[in-house]
């Protein structure tokens, strides 16, 4: 896999780089064949959302 750099971006309304983590997964993810599994919580009998357990972001490789 290759990843594209990670720029400094415009800063927003706040002073922070727009160019975070989600913006530099969105980019990885661009590229054809690749798919972004983003950070979402994770909803189950013993993880009910909130801060206790989240997924981490992973990229997969699509097959043709």
Request: charged share 30%; hydrophobic share 25%.
């Amino acid at each position: 896999m290759t990843l594209p750099r990670w720029t400094k971006g415009p800063q927003n309304s706040d002073g922070q780089d727009t160019h975070d983590e989600d913006w530099f997964n969105r980019k990885a993810a661009e590229q054809d064949g690749y798919l972004l599994f983003d950070k979402d919580t994770v909803r189950t009998v013993k993880f009910r959302g909130g801060e206790a357990w989240k997924s981490a972001t992973s990229w997969g490789r699509t097959t043709s």
